[in-house]
């Protein structure tokens, strides 16, 4: 029988991504824009600070709020999740087709504290979150409807703060101590909504564990 590691998922991704650091990971099938997994991993460290930088002064040590993902599939969304996880903050993606309600919806079940989305998004979910305090992470430019009020939410600029994020194997070091540290295997990594097919959708919270286990089974099938 297979032993399940008893390691944090996210940074076996992370680790493994550093020995094939120039090698090409993620390719968008609609942009065809690449990275190498080198890039991905620093992506994941610098998303994991500047998500760090925003979050609220309450949430210390608060490491499991959830961080509510709405964008489509693209190469952004593999280094969203492992640098959300080296804060110990599962994510709850969400089709960027739902509805005001569908969004207010996975929003209360998941616990979201934070909102991370691409651009074309962002006026929906300012419509659907308004009079609420959750930072929105923007991935893309975005220009705010003039005829709209003040957003009660912070909007934080994805691309400017990553660019300017810093980057070295001492930040590296830094953060995989502290998701060693403070995060078990048997916390949430992801917490996705069920389909709904027997009635109301309901949060699934898949653990580090989880992961693991189904790694182990799925290198057993190839």
């Known amino acids: 029988m297979k032993v399940v590691p008893n390691q944090l998922f996210h940074l076996q991704i992370l680790n493994a991504a550093e020995k094939y650091n120039n090698q090409i990971a993620l390719v968008d099938g609609k942009t065809r824009e690449s990275l190498t997994f080198g890039q991905f991993r620093k992506r994941a460290f ?63 079940k998941c616990g979201a504290q934070y909102i991370v989305c691409t651009a074309e998004l962002l006026e929906d979910l300012l419509e659907a979150f308004d009079g609420t305090k959750m930072p929105i992470f923007v991935f893309g430019k975005h220009i705010l409807n003039p005829h709209r009020s003040q957003p009660t939410q912070e909007i934080i600029d994805l691309n400017s703060e990553m660019e300017i994020a810093p980057f070295d194997e001492e930040l590296v070091e830094t953060l995989s101590a502290r998701s060693r540290a403070l995060v078990t295997i048997d916390d949430v990594l992801l917490a ?7 009635g109301e959708p ?7 564990k989880n992961f693991n286990a189904a790694t182990i089974a799925l290198k057993e099938q190839i």
């Open 46 to 108: 610098q998303f994991a600070t500047v998500l760090s930088a925003h979050m609220f002064p309450s949430s210390g040590n608060n490491i499991r709020d959830t961080v509510l993902v709405v964008m489509p599939n693209t190469i952004s969304y593999p280094f969203v999740f492992c640098g959300s996880a080296l804060l110990g903050n599962p994510i709850c993606g969400i089709n960027p087709s739902a509805t005001k309600e569908e969004l207010q919806n996975a929003a209360m």
């Open 192 to 198: 996705p909504l069920s389909s709904g097919t027997l």
């Open 202 to 208: 309901k949060c699934v919270q898949l653990t580090h």
